[in-house]
Structures are given as C-alpha cells and as structure tokens.
C-alpha cells in the first residue's frame, strides 16, 4: 500500500534552533516527492519537487533532499514566520497527479 | 492573480440537506481535484477532473458527486451529508505536477 509518513508530528524551535523534518515514503514508481507548506486557515503552497536520490534544492531557509527511502526538510536559522505545518507528498506513476500526502508536521519557531 | 476560489469558505448544515462547494480556478488548468483534510490523516483524495466531462474517483469517494461541465469550475456535491463528511475540504487545480489548491472550506455536518 501506498503510504507517507511525516515525523515529528509537531517541533517546537527557538529562533535560529536550526533541525530536520523527516518524509518517509513507500510509494511504488515514485514520480516525484512534493514539499507543501500550509498556514492556519489557508490552503497548502508548493515548496519543492525532488525526482531523483540525492537531489536537493532550496529556498531561503529552506533545503529539502531526497533518498531512495525518506526525504528531508531542513531549516536552518529558522524565524518565527516559518511556523506552519509542513506537508510531504508522493506522486504515484500510473495515476495523473495523484499524489499520496503524509499528515504533516506542524511547526512553531518562538523569538 | 493567479488562484483557487472556494465557496463558501465555512458552512454548517444538519444530516440530509443537500449542498453545494464550488470551486473556480483562473489558470486555464485541464486537471482539477478536491480533497478532505482531516486531523492525523493527511489529505486524501475525493474526485479528480482531467478535462472537461471527464472525472475520476479518489480514494474517498463515497457520499460525494462532482461534475465538469467547464472548464474553470468544479463543484463538489454532497446529495445526502452526514456527521462523517464534516471535514477541511480543499479544492486544487494544476497543468503540470505542482497542485495550486483553493483557501479551503470548512464543513461541519450536524
């Protein structure tokens, strides 16, 4: 069965407290990984797509990567405006933007 | 500017009435899709559209109806809700592999 699964469930940072979310997927003929981010009462805005292992990108604070197993979200120095929950998604081959999403992690960055 | 419009974006109802969500998007985008969110489940899929009259069932199918008769809209239909169906639902649109989703609407089914 197709499955994501995001840990923690919820992180609690001090400003500039830099650490890691984690995505683990079982996902068959995994197209692409999917970073969302989503603020209270909003829908989720995409981050990143990582296609292959050990593919990176970044985005301010931001660095998502991506193993043949797991992906991470790294944040370094984070502010207390990259408090959110934070959404991993798979997209499955076979299905056309079928995207399986974890549960989140929902994180707070306190000055 | 570009976006996923939603209505309404909270409504509350009893058992048994019929409802509407709509959901309009600008992008000129073929696929469309909604989704519910609940708590410790992640978002799950309900209908897709790929292009106009031509819809698919998710993975939570049941207790819902959509239709594609343009392209910018996508109405979500709940013929009969019940006390199950209260939930966050998003609807998204997208031309290639990144989902712009709409604000949300929030449903709670008395």
């Known amino acids: 069965e197709d499955q994501v699964t995001q840990s923690p469930e919820a992180l609690r940072l001090q400003e500039g407290e830099s650490s890691s979310l984690n995505c683990s997927y079982t996902?068959?003929?995994?197209?692409?990984l999917f970073w969302y981010r989503q603020d209270p009462g909003k829908g989720p805005e995409f981050l990143f797509t990582l296609y292959s292992a050990g593919e990176e990108k970044e985005k301010e604070r931001l660095k998502a990567t991506l193993t043949k197993k797991e992906s991470f979200l790294h944040i370094t120095a984070p502010k207390p405006e990259d408090s959110a929950t934070y959404l991993c998604a798979g997209q499955i081959s076979g299905g056309y933007n079928k995207l399986i999403f974890g549960a989140g992690t929902r994180l707070a960055v306190h000055p | 500017e570009a976006q996923v419009t939603q209505n309404p974006r909270y409504l509350i109802t009893v058992t048994g009435k019929k409802l509407t969500v709509t959901c309009s998007q600008n992008?000129?985008?073929?696929?469309m899709s909604w989704y519910r969110q609940d708590p410790g489940l992640g978002l799950r899929q309900i209908y897709y559209?790929?292009?106009?009259?031509?819809?698919d069932k998710g993975d939570v199918p049941e207790g819902y109806k959509v239709s594609r008769k343009e392209k910018r809209n996508f109405p979500l239909i709940l013929e009969s809700p019940s006390p199950n169906q209260t939930s966050l639902y998003f609807c998204?649109?997208?031309?290639?592999?990144?989902?712009?989703f709409g604000p949300g609407t929030r449903l709670t089914v008395l």
């Open positions: 992008m000129n985008h073929e696929y």
């Open positions: 559209s790929m292009n106009v009259e031509v819809t």
């Open positions: 998204a649109s997208s031309s290639g592999a990144i989902m712009f």
């Open positions: 996902v068959s003929g995994l197209r692409g």
